[in-house]
């Protein structure tokens, strides 16, 4: 705790004449440190290291939770005065007091670490699973595919980076779930043996306190672990998304020019492209404080779904001119066979010559214009995916500024750090 804290809590106490030798708290102790501002974690941990006097009364609660007393800190209260407390939302609004012994005491202790630590946060309903996606693409529209190719990747290589995050963290928690245990523990032992006479503390109470410290600063020393990886974990996020960003823009411009510059040649089709994406799933048991990243993996999804939705528009559009094409030179075709067969007897035919062969040139001229057509559409869509880019880069930088400044606040307010 940093000195300056110990100072603001020492003037608290100061002012409710709850210092001496070992700080004595009360209800009105708790409400002016929650007035002073200060974070549960600074009132747990003075709270944890005092001699409690918490009066734990129906009415007093109800004072308690008026003050704005937090029902984590109500909860170590009662942990601290060997009572069992049940919160209105955990027991639909009925407040149930009884005496317990330690191990109840563990318990309510292990349900503040899940709080104010894990924090996991239930998003099913926020991350439906994606089912499987296959998408085609023509012509003109086949260099899309490596957009398609570059957001699956992605959505597969962020995943993995959240798994080992969170089993990061995960281990941390229950790093901090059995140091916090032992204190428990050592604090109970303490007491009694402190309460039990009143001569200078004996060999065993001192080493008692000396193994407390030891766990008090093992504690310390995790958190400040987590902050440390915190701080790694926001740099790496960082560097991943100025990476992303130039690679995005670099992609959606060289894959603009190839739709643009693509041999448009609907007489010579080459068999579609296609590509299946996998069925994806978000994990949404992930740690609190790196839940917001899943809004980057659905991020990905939508992406692809767009781009889906914008290959079968351009395909459509790509069918129906190589429709109209393959019918105009079947019959082109056939003048031509037509041709032929009256050419053998040009006197005969001159007049069925001449008409032939202006109805193949119309033929001509109609396929012309459907290629130019084609390839108008091409810089259509070549133009449409340069301007994407622009937004896509745009979305992202958003997207992830809001997401690091969340996971930024869940470790400087919820951890404290």
């Not at 809590?9 to 070992?22: K, M």
């Not at 899940?114 to 003109?140: A, G, H, N």
């Not at 006479?197 to 080493?207: K, V």
């Not at 019959?331 to 066979?337: D, G, P, S, T, Y």
Request: hydrophobic letters at 35%; aromatic letters at 6%.
């Amino acid at each position: 705790m940093k000195p300056r804290i110990l100072f603001v809590i020492a003037c608290i106490l100061l002012a409710s004449g709850s210092l001496i030798a070992q700080e004595v708290l009360t209800n009105k102790t708790i409400i002016r440190m929650v007035k002073a501002k200060l974070s549960d974690e600074l009132i747990i941990d003075a709270l944890n290291s005092s001699v409690p006097n918490f009066n734990l009364s129906a009415d007093s609660l109800k004072i308690l939770q008026e003050a704005n007393v937090s029902e984590l800190v109500i909860k170590a209260m009662a942990m601290k005065s060997n009572v069992d407390y049940v919160s209105p939302s955990e027991n639909k609004g009925i407040i149930v007091l009884n005496q317990q012994d330690v191990a109840s005491n563990q318990e309510i202790e292990q349900t503040l670490v899940s709080e104010s630590m894990k924090m996991e946060i239930k998003s099913d309903f926020l991350y439906p699973d994606y089912p499987e996606i296959k998408i085609t693409f023509r012509e003109y529209v086949k260099p899309i595919k490596l957009i398609v190719q570059y957001y699956n990747n992605e959505f597969e290589r962020l995943s993995g980076m959240i798994h080992d995050w969170n089993k990061q963290h995960l281990d941390s928690i229950q790093k901090a779930d059995e140091i916090n245990s032992k204190i428990i523990s050592l604090e109970q032992q303490l007491i009694e043996k402190q309460n039990a006479g009143t001569n200078e503390f004996s060999p065993d109470i001192l080493a008692l306190k000396s193994q407390l410290n030891d766990y008090r600063n093992r504690h310390k020393v995790l958190r400040t672990n987590m902050s440390n990886y915190g701080l790694k974990m926001n740099k790496n996020l960082t560097t991943y998304i100025e990476t992303n960003s130039k690679i995005l823009s670099s992609l959606y411009n060289s894959v603009s020019g190839s739709v643009k510059s693509f041999d448009n040649n609907p007489l010579e089709q080459s068999l579609p492209d296609s590509l299946t994406i996998a069925k994806k799933i978000i994990d949404t048991q992930v740690i609190y404080y790196i839940s917001p990243l899943n809004q980057l993996l659905r991020w990905y999804q939508n992406q692809i779904v767009n781009i889906n939705k914008l290959t079968d528009n351009w395909n459509h559009l790509i069918a129906d001119k190589i429709v109209k094409i393959n019918a105009v030179n079947e019959n082109k075709n056939e003048l031509k066979a037509k041709l032929k067969k009256y050419e053998t007897e040009p006197k005969k035919y001159k007049t069925e010559i001449s008409s032939t062969k202006k109805e193949i040139d119309a033929c001509t001229k109609d396929i012309r214009k459907l290629t130019t057509d084609m390839k108008n559409e091409s810089k259509q869509l070549s133009g449409s995916i340069e301007q994407t880019g622009k937004v896509v880069q745009s979305s992202l930088k958003e997207r992830f500024n809001d997401i690091l400044e969340r996971i930024n606040y869940s470790y400087q307010e919820k951890l404290n750090l």
